[in-house]
């Protein structure tokens, strides 16, 4: 079966710190990998998206980035952390051909201060 | 711009009654619609989704049922439950995107 993983469960960081948040799926291969935000009494927004290593599609121009160094592997980080990066994020995945499905992982509550 | 909208922020009903969850979108490309159940500080979970060629499909208690010319979907709950207490997430895809609407969170009252 598959899983995916996501860490760690809660971080609280300074404004301007870096940031880096990890996310691996086990169980498929060739997965679609998707970040997502959820602000505070906010839908889902979508920050990025991946089909394939180092391939990378950006929703929303911010100050974050995101990377797929290895088939199952995702990556979001940024430099410089700032206030309004504060939210509850979300690695996901879906089949490479599936559009009925997607996996969520248990999500990271960011808090920047 | 939203694709995806669910109008209706909250919700409550009484256990062992319907519940019916509302979602409307906007781009007639979308071929899968889902919904999803989400409890504070977790991951969403997947409850049901639909094809664009079906109007209707039913798993237990949930049922979705999709309007594709009022660009309307709904998601039945019957009989709710007080477990069922969560906000829920309508989404759609196309090509290798899922958008999402904002939520609705659902109170059942025991």
């Known amino acids: 079966s598959q899983t995916i993983h996501q860490w760690p469960a809660t971080l609280v960081q300074p404004v301007g710190s870096p940031l880096s948040l990890e996310c691996t799926v086990e169980?498929?291969?060739?997965?679609?990998l998707y970040w997502y935000r959820q602000a505070a009494g906010r839908g889902l927004q979508l920050l990025f998206y991946?089909?394939?290593?180092?391939?990378i599609s950006s929703e929303v121009p911010q100050n974050l980035s995101a990377s797929r160094p290895q088939d199952r592997q995702f990556i979001l980080s940024s430099k410089k952390l700032l206030l309004s990066d504060s939210g509850f994020y979300l690695c996901?995945?879906?089949?490479?051909?599936?559009?009925?499905?997607?996996?969520f992982g248990s999500g990271t509550q960011l808090s920047v201060l | 711009d939203q694709q995806v909208k669910q109008n209706s922020p909250s919700l409550s009903v009484q256990e062992g009654r319907i519940s019916i969850l509302n979602c409307d979108y906007t781009?007639?490309?979308?071929?899968?619609f889902l919904w999803y159940k989400k409890y504070p500080a977790e991951g969403p979970t997947f409850l049901i989704s639909?094809?664009?060629?079906?109007d209707k499909n039913e798993d237990g208690r949930f049922t979705v049922f999709l309007n594709k010319s009022a660009k309307h979907l709904s998601l039945h709950i019957v009989p709710s439950q007080p477990g069922d207490s969560a906000v829920y997430f309508c989404?759609?895809?196309?090509?290798?995107?899922?958008?999402f609407g904002t939520g609705t969170s659902l109170t059942v009252i025991p």
């Open positions: 996901a995945w879906s089949r490479g051909a599936g559009r009925e499905k997607l996996f």
């Open positions: 991946s089909v394939g290593i180092g391939q």
């Open positions: 781009n007639s490309m979308f071929d899968y």
């Open positions: 169980g498929t291969s060739n997965p679609n």
């Open positions: 989404a759609a895809s196309f090509g290798n995107q899922f958008y």
């Open positions: 639909i094809s664009s060629i079906k």
